[in-house]
Structures are given as structure tokens and as C-alpha cells.
């Protein structure tokens, strides 16, 4: 089983093939990032326009690097959402186009059902299994009890994490995307300003970061007010520390209750160096067994979308050429 998987949900064109839902046969990932950087974030017709013009080369890169012909394919994956519909019906476009030529099944597939199966690419998912899920828009705490069941048991009531983090980046006049900038930034302090955590309710498994975004914010504009420098690195390990220790009780908690055999993290926060130590550490000491995918299937490529879809070819779901775009798709289940 070899699957092209196609991802143009945001500012990545990305191609990739699969060999049996978890072999990782070629990746190509063409980044937007240069382009919407003087912009502090992604420009919706910017990022459309350079999926049109990449595409194809990232397709035929994709094929080219893994030796391969369409007839060695076994299907088409593309993510349908949820994502910018502008740059998700490039990718879908390019994907029926492919598919309806060369006769082979299409099959859509959700974003974030990608960003969790690329740790399916790292080492096999055992169930049941807990997935934190922290990207640039969302955040959620997933439940699996076995391949292709998503069970949403906690998501943001406003701010997603990496939002969070871009925003708090342009705060400290970091480019965009600020998450790695303010990373690094809180690996060189030596001190923390101290900011809210925000655990909500004492049972939710829901989170909320736009307290902390807004603490952030008054903090430098109080400081600005009595004309103090405030220190970045401080601010940023504040700002980070918060975050991670929240995410990282309510994953353990989360764990301990519906008695998980895997923890996995996924999306571009995972990528988040405090968070994945955090995380490490706290799950030794659980003694449950925790992954994160290295950084590269952390943030937005089709490998993943190529591994998720494996599991729905297998399941027997099929798209149609009258698939579209669906920007605000909900993670369901196929089983
Ligand atoms: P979604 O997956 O929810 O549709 P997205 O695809 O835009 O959103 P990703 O590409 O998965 O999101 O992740 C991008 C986000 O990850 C950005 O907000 C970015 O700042 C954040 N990010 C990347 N690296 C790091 C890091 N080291 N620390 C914190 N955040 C990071
Ligand atoms: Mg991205
Ligand atoms: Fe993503």
C-alpha cells in the first residue's frame, strides 16, 4: 500500500508517500513562511496563490524522491479541513485532478486526525490512547480507544496555544511564527515574571489562554507606563512556563483517569522544547510511555496526512470527486 498524501490547509504545501500507513517513502514540505512574515501572520490570498504556484512541484518532487509512478500508487490523500478554504481547495483540486487521471481512490482527511498519526510514524499507537494535540489553532485533549475513534475530552474555550504563543511573540516584537522565538527566548533566562495559571473548573479538561495572552499584554503596558525596559527573556519564560505546566497537568490528570496505555503530544506546539521535557519527565514518573514526533512531523507536512489516511483506506472510507473544502471540520470518528 503506497499513498500520495497532499496537505494545503495553512501556509505549508507540503507532498508526501506512504508505504503502509507508518514508512515514510518521501516528504516535501515548500514553506510560505518567508512571505507571511512581514504580514506578523498568515494572509489567507498570499497563501492560496503560493499553493497554486508549488503544487505541482512539490507533487512531482514528492514522486521523484521516492522513485516511484503514479501506477506504483495505491491511493490519494488530502486533508479537506479544517483549514483556510482557499488553500484547502488547491490541495483538493490538485488531489481529484490526480485522482480522476491516473484512477486511483481519493480519500479526505482531517488536519488534526493527521497531526496525531504522524506519531504512527514514529512508533505504533497503542490503545487506548491520550493525544495533546496543541497547534496554531487548536488545542485538545483527544482519547482514542482504537484506530480512527476520536474522542474530544477537553479543547480551548478561546486562544489556541500556538496562537497564544504568536501573539505573545508580536508583544515582544518577535517575527512570526513567534513560538520558536519565544522557546528559545525562555531557555536563556534566569528568571521567571510571574503569570497566572489557568486550570478553569477543577474536573475540566478545557483550557483557556487568552487570560494569560491578556496578563502578557498589561504586564509590558504597565511597564512602558513607568517607563521600565521590560526583560524579554523573562517575559517569554513567565509566558512559557505557565502554559506548559497547565498543558502538562491536565495531560497527566487526563492520563490517570481514563487509564491510558500511550500518551502522545502532537501539532506545531509540540515542537515547544519546555514542553516536551515537561512532558517527558512528568510521564517517567507515571511510568506511562510518552511520544512526540521529531520536530520536522511536528509542524504541518503530508506524511502525516498520508498515515492517517492509511488507517481510513483500511477501514474502507472513499472519497468522491465531489469532495470541497471544509474549513471548519469537526474531528470525528470513521469507527
Ligand atoms: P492547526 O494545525 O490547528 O490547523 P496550524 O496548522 O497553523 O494550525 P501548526 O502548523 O501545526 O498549526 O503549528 C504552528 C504553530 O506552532 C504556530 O503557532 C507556531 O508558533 C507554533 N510553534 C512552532 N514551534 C514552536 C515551539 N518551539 N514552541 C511553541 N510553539 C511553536
Ligand atoms: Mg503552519
Ligand atoms: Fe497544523
Given amino acids: 500500500n503506497y499513498i500520495l498524501a497532499i496537505e494545503t490547509s495553512c501556509d505549508e504545501t507540503a507532498a508526501a508517500i506512504i508505504k503502509n500507513g ?40 514528492a514522486l521523484k524522491q521516492a522513485n516511484m509512478e503514479p501506477k506504483d500508487l495505491t491511493a490519494v490523500a488530502v486533508t479537506e479541513g479544517p483549514g483556510l ?42 490503545f487506548p490512547l491520550l493525544a495533546l494535540v496543541v497547534s496554531g489553532g487548536h488545542t485538545e485533549l483527544v482519547l482514542m480507544c482504537e484506530h480512527g475513534s476520536f474522542e474530544v475530552i477537553g479543547e480551548t474555550r478561546d486562544d489556541a496555544a500556538g496562537e497564544a504563543y504568536d501573539k505573545v511573540a508580536r508583544v515582544l516584537n518577535m517575527p512570526y511564527p513567534g513560538g520558536p522565538h519565544i522557546d528559545r527566548l525562555a ?3 534566569t528568571e521567571a515574571v510571574p503569570f497566572p495559571r489557568v486550570w478553569l473548573e477543577e474536573d475540566s479538561y478545557d483550557f483557556s489562554f487568552s487570560g494569560l495572552k491578556s496578563a502578557v499584554i498589561n504586564y ?18 513567565g509566558f512559557q512556563d505557565s502554559v506548559v505546566e497547565v498543558l502538562t497537568g491536565k495531560t497527566v490528570r487526563a492520563a490517570r483517569e481514563f487509564q491510558v496505555k500511550q500518551v502522545i503530544a502532537a501539532g506545531g506546539v509540540s515542537a515547544n522544547k519546555g514542553l516536551r521535557t515537561a512532558l517527558e519527565k512528568a510521564f517517567k514518573e507515571e511510568g506511562i510511555p510518552f511520544y512526540v514526533p521529531p520536530l520536522k512531523l511536528c509542524t504541518d507536512n503530508a506524511a502525516m496526512i498520508g498515515a492517517a489516511a492509511y488507517e481510513m483506506y483500511e477501514a474502507g472510507i ?14 470525528m470518528s470513521w469507527k
Fill in 22 to 61: 507508518t514508512e515514510i517513502i518521501s516528504n516535501v514540505v515548500s514553506s510560505q513562511i518567508e512571505s507571511h512574515k512581514r504580514f506578523g501572520g498568515v494572509v489567507p490570498e498570499i497563501a492560496s496563490r503560493h499553493h497554486v504556484e508549488q503544487m505541482t512541484i512539490v507533487l512531482e518532487e
Fill in 85 to 126: 478554504v482557499g488553500a484547502l481547495l488547491i490541495g483538493i483540486n490538485a488531489a481529484k485532478a490526480f485522482a480522476f487521471v491516473h484512477g486511483l481512490p481519493l480519500i479526505g482527511t482531517h488536519h488534526i486526525a493527521g497531526h496525531i498519526y504522524a506519531n504512527n510514524l514514529v512508533q505504533p499507537m497503542e
Fill in 187 to 189: 531557555h536563556e533566562a
Fill in 220 to 237: 509590558k503596558h504597565n511597564m512602558d507606563q513607568r517607563g521600565e525596559e521590560i526583560i524579554a527573556e523573562h517575559v517569554a519564560k
Fill in 318 to 331: 472513499r472519497g468522491n470527486l465531489a469532495m470541497n473544502g471544509r474549513p471548519g471540520m469537526e474531528l
